[in-house]
């Protein structure tokens, strides 16, 4: 959520600056703004709306100068108007700041700002920051930035300039993201590796309670006592081309279309000789030895990953496994303590909401396994173990493949997990593995099955509500489908366990409602099409998603969509692809923007 991009270097800041928040705008916002240091005088445009307004001022007003920061602002306090986007100046000038994160003590400071003399222009909370700044500045601005931050309740990442200081920016994390960029006579920050990696592939992964200060041939690492630090230089594996759409219309579809070889990436490693082999195994089967329940915590699609990993671990583990809302476990008194196994999913690894819950797990004793995609986020460094995605980046804001590494890595940790506690065989365990090995193959057969799908979409598109009915994992998968679709086509879209439609749900149903059954659990097919009987009595239009085997299904459904054979317990990752291509259409037909939907933000950094 938010994106910000630093740089100190021998070519026009501005440049390098807006490039980087083209490559974060995925991250979601609704406002933009830039400021540069030229020779010791701050200058500052910024815009509402999308970057291609900040580009039209850009254009017609230049910012020249080698150092300065950017920003795209997702609106919390105050609209997204210019007066509230980011960077803000202090009231002499030597200041400016950009800011993710929400500061909790925002209006005490404000009020004794204000009793200082400060004047706030903005309804934001960051405007705090730059004043305190400002206040403290005798000369040194270390020292300021330190005795600022001290006084900070909350989360935040903050990029800084001073017109004392021409060449140099600086930059502080505490709980949301802020890498550090090591080039060649030019250094930068920002929130993601996206901003930066068409200049460097070296990175410094800035910890919570450090400071950066960078310059064009420096850059130098503090904690928040003033204290220098010695940091380790991480180099990035993938390179610009991967976050490009290489000829595809949207990042969507490009990364529908990745994930065969995006699932590939996230289980052949972890396959060797036949074993599935997880990193730092040994420890891991140790803290899962004695276990009594395993907790799922997430947000979002990563909560319908860690769905459909409850069915599977439990299934073949026979543990008894809850899935909690990470925003719900934070606020509830969970039955969690030194028994139990806490998973946590994010794909960005800097989800607020799961970052929380993980805390509280650990401090009522369990052990947490994390299951992220990004490297050095800060959920990644929290959790005892960590079990990556290598789903590379996602560029839209709708999860594809994203979601799908995620559950591939509960299917690779299932089977693993039950092979230690011996809840199954060598035969079975051998069978199983080579059911996940067959994924990313099955996963293209998902797509090549499925020509129709666009047609589909277009006899479909007009629909005002979508329902999705499946049972066990069908109907986890149908959460992901739901979701999928009211994100990026707006229309109003639910999932419910089929056996429950007679119990209510079944009252919506009238002619022409669209209905997609999912029925692809072999050993439920008939119950799900006991449903499908129901709501065609009632005049609905029923899109059916089973295996190809089913040939019955034609004359019981009036669309279909198919997935390849394969074990029950590993349909999720091919029932879910045709469907992501099914909402993918639609809002396409619907003229939506796919890649950037309406008030939606990649990575949700805030409460």
Not at 10 to 27: F, Q
Not at 199 to 206: A, C, D, P, Q, S
Not at 565 to 578: D, G, Q, R, T, Y
């Amino acid at each position: 959520m938010c994106g910000i991009v630093g740089f100190s270097g021998k070519e026009k800041a501005v440049d390098a600056i807006y490039t980087g928040l083209k490559h974060l705008e995925y991250r979601g916002y609704d406002s933009a703004g830039i400021a540069v240091n030229n020779n010791g005088s701050l200058r500052m445009l910024k815009a509402s709306g999308n970057l291609e307004n900040l580009k039209q001022k850009l254009d017609n007003d230049k910012l020249e100068g080698p150092c300065g920061i950017g920003h795209t602002r997702w609106a919390t306090h105050g609209a997204p108007t210019d007066v509230n986007a980011h960077p803000h100046l202090s009231s002499d000038g030597k200041f400016a700041i950009v800011h993710n994160g929400i500061i909790e003590n925002y209006l005490e400071l404000k009020e004794e700002l204000i009793k200082e003399g400060y004047k706030f222009l903005s309804e934001t909370d960051t405007e705090v920051i730059v004043h305190l700044l400002e206040h403290y500045y005798k000369g040194d601005v270390k020292e300021a930035f330190l005795k600022t931050v001290s006084r900070l309740e909350g989360s935040y990442a903050i990029g800084v300039i001073c017109s004392d200081n021409p060449g140099v920016a600086y930059a502080a994390k505490y709980f949301a993201p802020l890498i550090v960029g090591i080039g060649d006579g030019e250094n930068l920050f920002a929130s993601d590796v996206t901003a930066i990696i068409g200049h460097t592939k070296n990175v410094i992964y800035l910890e919570d309670g450090e400071f950066a200060e960078i310059s064009k041939d420096k850059v130098t690492i503090y904690d928040f006592k003033g204290n220098e630090v010695k940091k380790e230089i991480s180099k990035v594996e993938w390179d610009v081309e991967s976050a490009e759409k290489g000829g595809y219309e949207h990042f969507m579809l490009k990364e529908i279309m990745e994930q065969p070889k995006a699932i590939k990436s996230a289980i052949e490693p972890r396959i060797k000789n036949g074993r599935i082999v997880l990193e730092n195994e040994e420890e891991l089967a140790s803290a899962c030895k004695n276990i009594e329940r395993i907790v799922i915590s997430a947000c979002g699609s990563a909560f319908h990953a860690g769905y459909v990993g409850r069915y599977i671990i439990e299934e073949l583990c026979k543990k008894s496994v809850k899935i909690e809302y990470a925003s719900e476990l934070r606020y509830s008194s969970p039955v969690i303590n030194e028994k139990a196994l806490t998973i946590v999913v994010s794909q960005s690894g800097e989800t607020a909401d799961t970052i929380a819950a993980l805390k509280e797990c650990k401090a009522r004793g369990s052990k947490v396994l994390a299951i992220v995609n990004v490297v050095g986020s800060t959920i990644a460094k929290l959790a005892d173990f960590v079990l990556y995605t290598y789903a590379g980046p996602e560029i839209a804001v709708a999860t594809t493949k994203g979601y799908t590494t995620q559950v591939a890595v509960f299917d690779l940790f299932a089977v693993w997990l039950a092979d230690k506690l011996k809840t199954i065989d060598e035969k079975i365990y051998n069978n199983l593995v080579d059911d996940i090995m067959q994924l990313p193959e099955r996963i293209q057969r998902s797509i090549d099955l499925n020509p129709n799908v666009e047609k589909l979409a277009r006899k479909y598109y007009k629909n005002d509500v979508v329902f999705f009915i499946g049972r066990n994992l069908d109907y986890a998968v149908g959460l992901e489908a739901s979701l999928k679709l009211k994100e990026i086509s707006y229309l109003h879209s639910e999932a419910y366990a089929a056996g429950e439609l007679k119990h209510g749900t079944i009252a919506l149903i009238e002619d022409g409602s669209l209905v997609v059954a999912l029925a692809c659990r072999e050993d439920l097919y008939a119950k799900t099409m006991s449903n499908v009987k129901e709501v065609k009595a009632r005049g609905a239009n029923v899109v059916a998603v089973t295996d190809e085997d089913n040939k019955d299904i034609f004359t019981e459904a009036s669309d279909v969509i198919l997935i390849p054979k394969i074990n029950s317990l590993f349909v999720a990752a091919c029932e879910v692809v045709p469907l992501q291509l099914f909402s993918y259409y639609i809002a396409k037909e619907r003229g939506c923007d796919i890649d950037k939907p309406k008030n939606l933000a990649k990575s949700v950094t805030v409460e």
